[in-house]
């Protein structure tokens, strides 16, 4: 069987599918791979390293045309033009704001597998590339914020006088916002942080943050372990409590989202009002609405007092070697329990098997049909 990984399309994503050292995982498995020529370049795997692990190199229509095909990001409708019917394809769907597409892909009777709908469950957590990429996005925020800021993160004392840490505020503790709070304090700032979900607090304070409280009332998270969506009453008491914090910060980075929704809008151009020339604002979930008012993707808005928003995409392409690695794991696991768990006596795979939970919450389409359940739930309802 053959996996195919063509190049990323999209100008801002630096990442592969794959990297030379999962080809020889895949061999193990009865998988040959044959990669677009150029596809790693960005990430600093070249086509040599891809050769002598023992791939291919080929065109893009040969990579397409692969039993399997690897993506970091969703094709374009034209790319699913090309991908003949049966072909299992492999990427970040995000299905759930992408019906379009995912009917498309359906149509043309693809088996399409989004890589955002692998459960948080204990068997999958090494095929969770939501989370492993998250983790990136937390880091290259920070370092942006570092850069861009014009306060020294940590505390310098010198002869010619103190200078006090950076205050840094992180709107949202899931595992974006936590390697956000561990990498700022790691830098030497003053790091608060807030979260919907009060059991997150231990997490914050393990990693030197200070959880700052505001009673929501009745909160918590999916059984995903997402946090749940806030009632317009609870935003509304979320952004009152948090006022204060962003004022007195030097940088905020918000992370929040709410998972198949659009991110909410948890800071208003009132509460940018307040905030100090000079200071900064990443917003991390600005491909999905945006947390913050103002924000605009890739572009630099620069607030009447002169708080500065950057609403930043593809955060971990910033990181693209490493985080090139981590999400080939994530595949190559993926692929291997797929594998093992739903092929059929005469070998094929991936079957739908509701007794396999991954299989179950992650393959979208399948034979014509879009086969989800949570996906067609959600597109009749809206």
């Not at 840094?168 to 561990?182: C, D, K, R, S, W």
């Amino acid at each position: 069987m053959q996996i195919g990984v063509p190049a990323e399309q999209h100008p801002l994503e630096a990442r592969v599918a794959l990297v030379p050292a999962s080809i020889a995982q895949l061999d193990r498995i009865g998988c040959s791979v044959c990669i677009e020529s150029g596809a790693g370049d960005a990430a600093g795997f070249l086509d040599d390293q891809f050769r002598a692990a023992g791939a291919k190199i080929g065109s893009r229509e040969a990579a397409s045309a692969s039993d399997i095909v690897l993506r970091v990001s969703s094709p374009s409708m034209d790319e699913v033009g090309h991908l003949a019917a049966g072909t299992r394809h492999i990427s970040f769907l995000d299905p759930f704001r992408q019906r379009q597409l995912i009917e498309a892909l359906a149509n043309q009777g693809v088996t399409s597998i989004s890589m955002e709908m692998i459960p948080r469950i204990t068997v999958a957590q090494k095929m969770d590339a939501l989370s492993s990429q998250a983790s990136f996005a937390g880091y290259a925020a920070v370092l942006l914020a570092a850069e861009r800021s014009s306060k020294f993160f940590p505390m310098m004392m010198t002869p010619a006088g103190t200078i006090a840490p950076a205050r840094v505020f992180v709107i949202g503790a899931g595992v974006a916002g936590l390697q956000a709070i561990a990498t700022a304090k790691r830098l030497g700032a003053r790091v608060e942080a807030f979260d919907t979900r009060p059991e997150v607090k231990e997490q914050v304070e393990s990693l030197g943050g200070k959880f700052i409280e505001i009673d929501l009332g009745d909160t918590g998270s999916t059984e995903q372990g997402y946090a749940k969506e806030l009632s317009p009453e609870q935003i509304a008491l979320q952004r009152q409590g948090q006022a204060e914090a962003i004022a007195r910060s030097d940088v905020v980075i918000t992370t929040a989202q709410v998972f198949g929704r659009s991110a909410p809008r948890i800071v208003t151009a009132e509460m940018l009002a307040n905030m100090k020339p000079g200071s900064l604002v990443v917003d991390m979930a600005v491909d999905t609405g945006g947390n913050v008012e103002g924000t605009e993707a890739n572009k630099e808005v620069v607030t009447e007092r002169g708080a500065i928003l950057l609403g930043v995409t593809h955060l971990p392409s910033r990181i693209a070697q490493d985080a090139s690695l981590m999400y080939s794991n994530n595949l190559v696991n993926l692929i291997a329990h797929l594998k093992d768990a739903t092929a059929n006596e005469a070998g094929e795979w991936p079957q739908l098997d509701t007794d396999d939970e991954i299989a179950a919450r992650a393959i979208i389409t399948q034979g014509g049909n879009i086969v989800n359940k949570q996906i067609l739930k959600h597109y009749a309802d809206n």
